[in-house]
């Protein structure tokens, strides 16, 4: 199969996207028009100096200017417009099904109110399932550089959305801040029936991903691409049918990796690993989940089979009910004896 007629098989092919930062969508033009709309000062004046200032080297250099990015986000509207406008880049990618994560505390730390996040992002949810077809779920990120405390001050204050919240996760800062500094808020989540999952060996050592397993308690691991350097995690991971959420093109941009030709998902493949391809921050990293599928693709080193694989590992590790991912893998076997 040539690679135009690959991507053309991975267009249309029926995906879940379970690895999106919701406020890592937030695309340039968008962030420049909110915050003319919010009157809040950005350092950029055009939407080419913010996609200039999209250059890093390690998580760190990102995350300080994601963190700056949703400075503009204000108000209820702007999380519903942020959320529609994922969606419908989403469905351009034939995604039927989204888990996306949000980060309460980098709004509540600006003085926004909790509900102002959660309660714009909900409706954008809302929308989308109506208007474009497309269901979602949403986890609610702890932020991994801040300490436990604030942590459980953020669960406490969900409290009233819990039964809209899928689950619980934990991103920013990994190197330092080790799964075991959440332990107890973890397991708090679990006590409330909250699915657990954790970014580990993104940067961090393979020890990150034990901690996400054995003191977390994780139901999806996010990233995990550093468990490939031990033998006895990896084969344990494919025992156990854990999902692994691997994002090819922020991999790339992070320096996680030196070039799409050396990305661990082949391997990962061959050794039994339930991985799937997921866009992580698509506004900061080049591209939305089907670019993250044809940036792989383009190496040469997966197949049209694998490609399916993939996109049903994505509905295998979503958090819908078993009837529900039946029905999207059934459509993924259509689709595949159409083409
Ligand atoms: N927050 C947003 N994207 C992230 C990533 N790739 N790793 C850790 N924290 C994040
Ligand atoms: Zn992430």
């Known amino acids: 199969m040539t690679i135009d007629n690959l991507d053309s098989f991975i267009a249309d092919l029926p995906k879940a996207e379970l690895h999106l930062h919701i406020e890592g969508s937030l695309e340039p033009e968008m962030m420049v028009a909110l915050a003319k709309r919010n009157k809040v000062a950005i350092p950029f004046r055009t939407v080419e100096e913010v996609r200039a200032a999209y250059s890093f080297t390690q998580l760190q250099d990102f995350l300080d200017i ?159 691409n550093r468990a490939m350097e031990d033998e006895i995690l990896v084969s344990r991971l494919a025992r156990e049918a854990m999902t692994l959420t691997v994002c090819p093109l922020s991999n790339l941009k992070l320096c996680v990796v030196d070039e799409m030709d050396k990305h661990p998902l082949p391997e990962m493949l061959r050794r039994g690993l339930r991985a799937t391809i997921n866009s992580d921050d698509p506004a900061y990293f080049g591209g939305y989940v089907n670019d993250n599928y044809r940036a792989l693709a383009a190496t040469g080193r997966l197949n049209r089979a694998q490609f399916a694989t993939l996109a049903r590992n994505s509905f295998l590790g979503s958090f819908l009910p078993d009837e529900e991912i039946a029905k999207h893998l059934a459509a993924i076997d259509v689709y595949t004896l159409s083409r």
């Open 66 to 224: 994601y963190y700056q990015g949703a400075n503009v986000l204000r108000a209820e509207e702007d999380f519903r417009d942020l959320a529609l406008a994922y969606f419908q880049r989403a469905r351009a990618d034939s995604v039927r099904h989204a888990e996306i994560f949000f980060d309460p505390q980098t709004h509540t730390a600006r003085g926004l109110p909790f509900s102002v996040a959660i309660e714009g992002l909900l409706a954008g949810m809302r929308e989308a399932e109506a208007e474009l077809g497309v269901t979602s779920k949403l986890i609610l990120c702890f932020l991994r550089h801040l300490d436990e405390e604030s942590a459980f001050d953020t669960l406490r204050q969900a409290e009233p959305w819990l039964d809209r919240l899928e689950g619980v996760g934990l991103d920013s800062s990994e190197v330092g801040h080790p799964p075991e500094k959440f332990a107890k808020v973890f397991a708090a989540a679990g006590e409330r029936d909250l699915k657990r999952v954790a970014h580990a060996g993104e940067e961090g050592p393979p020890s990150y991903v034990y901690g996400a397993l054995d003191v977390l308690h994780v139901d999806r691991l996010d990233h995990g």
